[in-house]
């Protein structure tokens, strides 16, 4: 665990103008008493970020797909139930997610029994990102060529074969890039989760970080989502490039 | 093979309804490759549509090879449209799959087995003369060779009939000329019928058997390229030969519906002593006969006999006057 002198010599050497560099060794030496929370948080929060994933894809996708296929000129037009289904994603795109985390709080309680530890975090997350998802299936959807989904319709194929064998693979790589930004958004929204007590490593920047003036603590977890993020964003990337064939 | 009657298509735009199919009647021949020019706008792609209903028309009827279209919905017109293959003018290829994948895909869809497929595949290909692009993706094929691939797809599922939707609109004269010479083999060996649409007049005139001049919703003429050549006032004859506007009172039009040995200019002259000057004219090659235009300035006491005697001769005269 930490040891308190630390901080006070940190902040003793910042009140200085202090020697930046000595802090930094402060820093470094101090890592491996906090690699044990950090892991347990790490952990955490890829748990949470993974499944909340999960979910909103399961959910978001078909979600983006009804979005366009019910619009005009859509495989089903349905403009009442287009409208329906895109106010509900209005009202999820517009609640902030520190207030909507709050205000599911029941439903959390009814799905999970606790409101409380990353398990929990699963269902306001996936709640929040879900809209989310689904308007950015729907973004790439709208960029499918309206020419080869005619073609398909003219070599009489079927409108679920039309979304499977032609939009979805067609807007493949825009669907990826979607996912790579849901999951960013998922990994910023369960450092907030961490404020409710949800776990992770915003809930360790909180309460070591934050409540118990602990800089090593604050310095470590803004690394390791940097991090986290990092190399969501790079294996998405690669991911793209290999599949788009523009 | 294609029997279109009474067809009328209108759209609301915001407020006001434009009408792109104002009555149409489309008889296409078995065999035979129909091309419908005219203007964009004037109806031309929501009648193409029409005959494979991507676009249901308010009125009126298609079939094709026998079968009523407009009767059918789900699963049996799916089933008919595996009969006719379309030609896009921008490809409409899926950019994820290979050119193999591309043109598969139609077999895919109607339950074909992989072996089948592939077999069917390596054919079409060689068809199209792209035997050895199958594993390329479209964004690596040119213009021409991409058009290939479209062909090919169309024909996947052995269709009797091939719409193509301005499908040289987005390429170049050379590779124009190539793919127009590729659907006309095509519907050699395979007895394919063909309806096009284009913008361009040579495009009727390279392959054509029978045209029809599209504007505003409706044919203003229409039938075999050749007899509307013949016809007097035909505006297919003026705009195949755009001659010069610019001759007097004296000026006459005469069309060569087909190539003559008769030296008719000088027999003109020699017989009913009038002077004849050339102002302008034309030879093409039209539905594979050569097919030629002239404008003259002619004068003299037996203009009149002399115009007579070209039009006993099968040659159709039209007085600039008249």
């Known amino acids: 665990?930490?040891?308190?002198?630390?901080?006070?010599?940190?902040?003793?050497?910042?009140?200085?103008?202090?020697?930046?560099?000595?802090?930094?060794?402060?820093?470094?030496?101090?890592?491996?008493?906090?690699?044990?929370?950090?892991?347990l948080s790490t952990q955490d929060t890829i748990y949470m970020v993974v499944w909340s994933t999960i979910v909103s894809v399961l959910v978001g996708?078909?979600?983006?797909?009804l979005l366009v296929a019910t619009d005009r000129?859509?495989?089903?037009?349905?403009p009442a139930v287009r409208a329906v289904l895109s106010a509900v994603v209005n009202v999820g795109r517009s609640?902030?997610?520190?207030?909507?985390?709050?205000?599911?709080?029941?439903?959390?309680?009814?799905?999970?029994?606790?409101?409380?530890?990353?398990?929990?975090?699963?269902?306001?997350?996936?709640?929040?990102?879900?809209?989310?998802?689904?308007?950015?299936?729907?973004?790439?959807l709208r960029e499918v060529d309206r020419g080869v989904v005619e073609a398909a319709h003219a070599m009489g194929t079927r409108r679920f074969t039309i979304v499977g064998k032609v939009m979805l693979p067609e807007a493949l790589p825009g669907l990826i890039a979607g996912l790579v930004m849901t999951v960013v958004a998922l990994i910023s929204y369960s450092a907030m989760a961490g404020a409710i007590g949800g776990g992770g490593l915003g809930d360790l920047a909180i309460r070591e970080g934050y409540q118990r003036f602990n800089d090593h603590y604050l310095w470590a977890t803004v690394i390791l989502l940097i991090v986290i993020v990092q190399v969501a964003q790079s294996i998405g990337d690669l991911l793209v490039r290999r599949l788009s064939r523009r | 093979m294609i029997d279109a009657v009474g067809l009328h298509k209108a759209y609301r735009l915001k407020k006001h309804q434009v009408t792109a199919l104002d009555g149409v009647d489309l008889h296409v021949e078995p065999g035979e490759i129909f091309g419908v020019v005219g203007q964009s706008g004037a109806g031309k792609s929501t009648l193409l549509?029409?005959?494979?209903?991507?676009e249901r028309p308010d009125a009126g009827t298609v079939a094709v090879a026998g079968e009523e279209l407009t009767s059918l919905r789900g699963s049996r017109l799916r089933a008919a449209r595996r009969n006719i293959g379309m030609v896009h003018q921008h490809f409409a290829l899926l950019s994820s799959r290979t050119v193999a994948g591309n043109v598969g895909f139609p077999l895919e869809v109607s339950g074909v087995d992989r072996a089948s497929r592939r077999t069917r595949v390596g054919e079409l290909l060689e068809l199209v003369g792209l035997g050895d692009k199958a594993r390329a993706y479209p964004a690596q094929l040119s213009g021409g060779q991409k058009q290939r691939v479209g062909i090919a797809r169309a024909l996947a599922s052995a269709p009797q009939v091939l719409l193509s939707d301005e499908?040289?609109?987005?390429?170049?004269?050379?590779?124009?000329?190539?793919?127009?010479?590729?659907?006309?083999?095509?519907?050699?060996e395979l007895g394919l019928t063909i309806l096009l649409i284009t913008h361009e007049m040579d495009v009727i005139k390279r392959i054509c058997d029978s045209a029809a001049i599209m504007e505003k919703g409706v044919f203003l003429e229409s039938g075999k390229v050749l007899d509307l050549?013949?016809?007097?006032?035909?505006?297919?004859?003026?705009?195949?030969?755009?001659?010069?506007?610019?001759?007097?009172?004296?000026?006459?039009f005469i069309t060569y519906p087909r190539s003559f040995d008769e030296p008719f200019m000088s027999e003109l002259t020699r017989r009913f002593d009038v002077d004849v000057n050339i102002l302008g004219g034309g030879v093409e090659q039209v539905a594979g006969q050569s097919v030629g235009r002239?404008?003259?300035?002619?004068?003299?006491?037996?203009?009149?006999?002399?115009?007579?005697?070209?039009?006993?001769?099968?040659?159709?005269?039209?007085e600039a006057g008249k």
């Not at chain 1, 996708?61 to 797909?65: K, S």
């Open chain 1, 1 to 39: 665990m930490t040891n308190p002198t630390d901080v006070l010599v940190l902040a003793a050497a910042a009140a200085d103008g202090g020697n930046a560099w000595d802090a930094i060794v402060a820093f470094v030496q101090d890592w491996p008493n906090m690699w044990p929370n950090l892991w």
């Open chain 1, 61 to 65: 996708l078909p979600l983006g797909v």
């Open chain 1, 73 to 78: 000129g859509g495989l089903t037009p349905a």
């Open chain 1, 95 to 140: 609640l902030p997610f520190i207030v909507l985390m709050v205000a599911v709080l029941s439903l959390t309680r009814f799905l999970v029994g606790t409101t409380l530890g990353p398990t929990a975090a699963i269902v306001p997350l996936s709640i929040g990102a879900i809209p989310f998802f689904a308007r950015l299936v729907e973004t790439s």
């Open chain 2, 49 to 54: 549509r029409s005959v494979n209903l991507l």
């Open chain 2, 167 to 188: 499908a040289t609109s987005a390429l170049d004269p050379a590779t124009t000329d190539s793919i127009l010479a590729l659907l006309r083999r095509l519907r050699d």
């Open chain 2, 229 to 252: 050549i013949g016809t007097p006032g035909s505006l297919l004859a003026r705009s195949l030969f755009p001659l010069p506007a610019n001759g007097g009172p004296e000026t006459v």
């Open chain 2, 294 to 318: 002239l404008s003259v300035d002619m004068r003299g006491a037996r203009r009149n006999e002399a115009l007579t005697y070209l039009s006993e001769h099968g040659l159709l005269v039209e």
